[in-house]
């Protein structure tokens, strides 16, 4: 009697290989060995620029099959080419001027000096003593990211925060290639290309000193171990996840989107995902250095978006992406996702529901990215995510000789074209990013003027992790998001508004008398503040260099 022969599974087949063949039959078995992993070596010298991240690595794709040392050599190999070009296209990316890229970097890179400084304590926050991050109910939204930042604070910091952020995306990048390895995707090297400079404001974000670079590696990670229905170490990825990063949710529409491709490929439910991902963010959310702390913060953001009722400029990452600048800056992903729509063919999902599982991921981000500019850098993986899949799963849909003498050359050239102009942009914008060392003069005035951990009154609360970068000498009033300041105290976030709007005629008693402070530190572009604040005769002028001044209350 005949044995069917059953697919290869994607772990065992990865990187070209092969299932073994035993000798004495023709049916294909999987020879196992105890203790023995796949892809250790590829976890720990790939990604072992960081052990913390090795060890997670390992622990999330350790599996009891037997793979022979050559297949392990071209894995090393690939994994490590992929990793490489892609650390050094982001170190070129990074690299096009001296500032550290993303404003919120500045408050990162500081405070994770303070960590290292202060452990095994946790120091405590006193910067921002009016919002809802005071120090009674601060919360490190971000603290295992802070403890991976480190290592990149033990010398000049401005250049530690430059080069963690493109070791870190090169991380992401990596692990989202090694999907596309894990499955034996064809041309991935193609679609690693895609990845990686087929979007400027994806290479632009990524090359911010902040966590979600790290949180994509995780959420790539998370794709695998669903798809794979390892539910056991997803439950360990989404706790590290809550630790990392406060958008640890993302993983929880990770379980919900397989539940949804499940039924839809299927028809029937299968809720074991979510059940794993949620016990996994509520023990990262218990068992944390935080508790219950960051409880009651998750309750304050939920009630400053769906209870606010006060107009408010938050940061621009907020706001939705200009139309055409959204497609003129991602037309390869435009292209490539609306190409695999077009191909999608869902009468095949029965048999394998990968394409349609990240076909519903790039959906979902694609939404988030039209009404929110911030998750930009989640929609270009995940599409060309769901292209690749699509296409490897859809099969050649040209005939042999015209895919390899055309298809293939044209779509390289297409890519290379509107790479090099993407990176350029990318560049060039980085290049135009304020001067690193802009509020320095003020920041070092104050710390010598003033009394240690006195009030002072910053006109633009987006300046607040430069001030604090430069001065931990005194406290602020806004920073980080004004929406804290706001949820703490709306009638005193109203005064600061119309105050910094420069709608009040005598800011200056009103600084005293309600904030506390004699001393104001303001951008030299705060034009409507400083334009009112001279013909009110309130104040008068400490310290004033090319970008910032500092005005004490008369």
């Known amino acids: 009697m005949g044995c069917s022969r059953r697919a290869p599974s994607p772990l065992s087949t990865a990187l070209h290989g092969r299932l073994a063949y035993a000798p004495s039959t023709k049916c294909c078995t999987v020879q196992r060995k105890p203790n023995s992993f796949a892809f250790v070596d590829v976890g720990v010298y790939v990604f072992g620029f960081c052990e913390i991240k090795a060890h997670i690595v390992i622990l999330l794709l350790k599996k009891q099959v037997h793979v022979t040392p050559r297949i392990r050599h071209l894995s090393l190999l690939e994994c490590t080419a992929a990793f490489l070009v892609c650390f050094c296209l982001m170190l070129w990316v990074q690299f096009a001027g001296p500032a550290i890229v993303g404003n919120d970097a500045y408050y990162h890179i500081r405070w994770s000096r303070m960590l290292w400084t202060s452990a095994p304590r946790l120091p405590a926050f006193t910067w921002l003593p009016l919002t809802i991050l005071r120090a009674p109910a601060f919360v490190d939204q971000h603290f295992l990211f802070h403890v991976l930042l480190m290592p990149f604070t033990l010398g000049d910091l401005r250049l530690g925060a430059k080069l963690a952020a493109p070791l870190f995306s090169a991380f992401a990048l990596a692990c989202v290639f090694l999907l596309l390895v894990m499955y034996r995707i064809r041309h991935r090297w193609l679609w690693l290309l895609a990845l990686a400079v087929g979007s400027e404001p994806f290479l632009y974000r990524m090359s911010m000193t902040r966590a979600p670079s790290l949180s994509l590696a995780l959420l790539a990670l998370g794709a695998y171990l669903i798809l794979e229905h390892r539910f056991v170490p997803l439950v360990v990825l989404t706790f590290i996840f809550v630790w990392l990063y406060n958008l640890f949710p993302l993983i929880l529409i990770f379980a919900a989107a397989h539940t949804l491709t499940v039924w839809l490929s299927q028809r029937r439910l299968d809720f074991t995902a979510i059940y794993a991902t949620a016990a996994g963010a509520t023990l990262g959310l218990i068992i944390n250095p935080y508790f219950p702390k960051d409880l009651v913060l998750i309750f304050n953001h939920v009630h400053m978006l769906l209870a606010e009722k006060t107009a408010i400029d938050v940061g621009g990452e907020w706001y939705p992406y200009d139309t055409w600048e959204m497609l003129t800056g991602n037309v390869v992903v435009c292209a490539l996702f609306f190409a695999a729509l077009l191909v999608l063919d869902l009468r095949k999902r029965l048999q394998d529901h990968k394409p349609l599982f990240f076909l519903i991921l790039a959906t979902i981000f694609l939404l988030m990215s039209l009404r929110w500019g911030r998750f930009i850098e989640y929609w270009p993986p995940f599409a060309v995510l769901s292209t690749a899949f699509t296409f490897d799963s859809e099969g050649p849909l040209l005939p042999e000789g015209i895919r390899l003498q055309f298809g293939k050359a044209a779509l390289v050239t297409v890519l290379g074209v509107i790479g090099i102009l993407n990176i350029r942009g990318a560049r060039v914008e980085i290049r135009h990013i304020r001067d690193p060392f802009a509020m320095r003069g003020a920041s070092t005035w104050l710390a010598a003027h003033t009394p240690a951990g006195s009030m002072v009154f910053n006109t633009d609360w987006v300046a607040f992790p430069e001030l ?87």
């Open 468 to 554: 604090f970068y430069y001065n931990e000498h005194n406290v602020y009033v806004a920073g980080l998001d004004p929406r804290y300041l706001l949820d703490a105290q709306p009638e005193l976030w109203k005064l600061y508004d119309n105050i910094t709007e420069g709608t009040e005629k005598h800011p200056g008693p009103i600084i005293r008398e309600r904030f506390g402070t004699e001393y104001v530190v303001a951008r030299n572009d705060s034009s409507d503040f400083l334009n009112e604040a001279k013909d009110s005769g309130d104040f008068e002028t400490a310290y004033k260099d090319k970008y910032a001044s500092v005005l004490r209350v008369k």
